[in-house]
């Protein structure tokens, strides 16, 4: 490796010396601007010019210790990109615009990859900042955020999200000390400017990978970029995206339920993708295994974890120019590359290091058979629901007609009608009408008792199940939960997402959807099962028996009992029929 020149050594020794109080954000950039004092083209590498840029903020030993083979990847990548013309000649053959991706010759090579060399200037030109002075912006946004005058000490760093400590939500980094202070600053910097930014799990990580490659003043500006854009995107209606065309071109979420739908979304998808990935997640159920964590680790992390830090370079880049689509199309791609090692992994303790081992070890062509699966992956409708979770939780009135797509039914129903059936479909999520619907468990054929509904539902592959209750007085009500309803071994807590909702069919029909804030949706255990929870009680709760259950005003639907009851001493009911349909 060669000598790191003594210019850039010296400016790293001027910011250690000079103390944060007298420190100011122009001694900054005179110090650490690698253009100052660094030619552009050059770097420290094993002699190869195009295997790193210029970026005081990496930690050379660690990356390249860590890129076994990356001499070989990059010779690739430079032959591929040689050719490509300067940017910002006038002409608009590469430079994105505005709401747009690159022309799609070139986001097709992005996707394969982009040299070293090359991220700088590319990753500046998607966002339109090449030759662009972003130093103002950024000493602007530091007093701001610190009233004139940033403080000596800062205790902690924000990281938005429930994860403790900066080194907890960026597990992988290969930044220098600098760098790492750097993390810090700009991640204050957002805390304190970015209005509506409650929670962004990705965004530490986002920051960790652009200073890699950028300089701080550059890598905030392009976060704030990034944020803004997808405050927009988030924030639009379905009727705005009819104009234009979104596709999950969103980056990071400002607020926990949004990051929580991309993680249900993503989640629907992959148990939908293939008879590989079903199996996958009926595996994952059988072990025990919450797969749901996983899929948000992969999400929050870009898979820095699970992979080599060159291949995790290429998703990144990808993601930068299309938006939260890439993580998702990759995740998929990932779980199939493995899939045959989860089948045959039976300890849900161990396996996400099983996975973080094998990722690791991933070559260039797995990671070409991985991303050859990743992009023809479809989304379809999934990209309007994940664009728009807040219009499937609200009631409209001149809601449109729903084209009506009848499933498979195994057998019918002792409690509803074909009409009554009909409008529990209309109610529930598009994405979630599958194909068929099993009869998994009835009273009147398989008896009373809660042991053998879990045991019957357990024989079927079920991605969500539709309870129905019928009383002895008539009434009917019952849920929709976009889980199957099964007792999980040693695991005592609630599933389900803001899919769920609860009815009433008989006398009245009347739908209540999840409100937001609130996951408490199924807790089942092996002497109750219980739907919702908060304000006066579940909205369904049956005992062990069956026969006798309670349903009373809950704060997870805001619903009333489901009975209908006009006081506190009618909430109960004596069952007549139980019904359990598993769709699949």
Known sequence: MEDIPTDLLQSQQ?????????????????????????????VYTTGEK????????????????????????????????????????GKKNLVRQENSDFQPLWKA??????????????ILDIFNQTNKNNAKAYEVAVKVAFNGKRPGVLIGTPVFSEIRGLHRAVPVHYLSEWGMENLTNILWILEKNTLRLEYSPMLPNVVNLLLMYLRPEDAFVVTDLLLKDSDRLLN??????????????????????????????VTTFCKQRSLRLSKLDKHFMKIEFNYRELYATFLRTFFLE??????????????????????????????????????????PSTLVQMLQTKGQKTTLEQFE?????????????????AMFPSSLTMETSNEKAIIYHPPEISD????????????????????????????????????????????????????????????LEGKIFGAFLDVAVLLKKDVYSYSGSDHCFVFELAPEKMKYHSMKGNREHLLCDKDYLSIGAGGDGAAIYLGNDLHRGFTYKCATYNNRPLNQAQDAHETHFESKIIEVYLLE
């Open 109 to 122: 090579e992005m996707r394969k990859g982009i040299p070293s060399m090359r991220f700088e200037p590319l």
């Open 369 to 385: 058979e991985m991303a050859s699966t990743a992009f023809k992956v479809r989304f379809g409708w999934l990209i309007r629901e």
């Open 14 to 42: 001027i910011i250690a010396k000079k103390s944060l109080d007298s420190f100011t954000i122009l001694d900054y950039f005179s110090a650490m601007n690698p253009r100052n004092s660094v030619d552009v083209q050059k």
């Open 236 to 265: 639009m209606t379905e009727e705005d995206s009819k104009e234009k065309p979104t596709e999950l071109r969103w980056h990071l979420t400002f607020k926990k339920e949004q990051f929580t739908w991309a993680v249900d979304h």
């Open 412 to 471: 019918s129903s002792m409690i509803i009608n074909v009409e009554q059936f009909e409008t529990i479909w209309d109610w529930i999520p598009h994405h979630q009408k599958f194909p068929r619907l099993n009869l998994a468990y009835s009273t009147e054929r398989d008896g009373w008792s809660l042991r053998t509904l879990y045991s019957k539902v357990y024989q079927f592959n079920g991605q969500a199940s539709i309870i129905l209750v019928m009383t």
């Open 50 to 89: 195009w295997l790193i840029n210029n970026c005081p903020g990496i930690n050379f030993d660690k990356f390249l210790s860590s890129c076994q083979g990356y001499t070989k990847d990059q010779e690739s990548l430079h032959q591929t990109w040689k050719e490509i013309v300067p940017l910002n000649t």
């Open 306 to 347: 699970f992979l080599p830090i060159k291949l995790v370079l290429r998703i990144f880049s990808a993601y930068l120019n299309e938006g939260i689509k890439i993580i998702f199309k990759y995740l998929c791609g990932f779980l199939r590359l493995y899939c045959s090692d989860i089948l045959e992994h039976k300890d």
